[in-house]
């Protein structure tokens, strides 16, 4: 079985920053695709950024220029990087990645979350 967990959540005042973490353990061949959504209360999870197994990342156009989606094959881990941050980031942020067993075939998993708080 899989388990995602995140780390590096908090709060944090308006343009600070913070860096999340989401380490994969468990039993499985290989990580493809990783990604950071963001959920507000009982709202939708929406896509925050996402990085494939060849690097190629794509982000909410909220967060351009702001975030940076970056992983570490050799650990596992997907990072995400949050700077100039508003109080319109608040939201608890889960970590999801599309996982292979030895059989080639894909699985989804989702984290728990961990919450950003932005302070005005």
């Known amino acids: 079985q899989v388990q995602l967990v995140e780390s590096g959540g908090g709060l944090v005042q308006a343009g600070g920053s913070l860096r999340l973490s989401c380490t994969a353990s468990?039993?499985?061949?290989?990580?493809?695709?990783m990604g950071w959504y963001r959920q507000v209360s009982d709202f939708q999870r929406d896509l925050v950024a996402t990085?494939?197994?060849?690097?190629?990342?794509n982000y909410a156009d909220s967060v351009k220029g702001r975030f940076t989606i970056s992983r570490d094959n050799a650990e596992n881990t997907v990072y995400l990087q949050m700077s100039s941050l508003k109080h319109e980031d608040t939201a608890r942020y889960f970590c999801?990645?599309?996982?292979?067993?030895?059989?080639?075939?894909?699985?989804?998993?989702w984290g728990t979350g961990t919450l950003v708080t932005v302070s005005s």
């Open positions: 999801k990645a599309i996982i292979a067993n030895r059989d080639s075939l894909t699985f989804r998993y």
């Open positions: 468990g039993s499985f061949f290989s990580i493809k695709d």
């Open positions: 990085i494939d197994n060849g690097g190629i990342a």
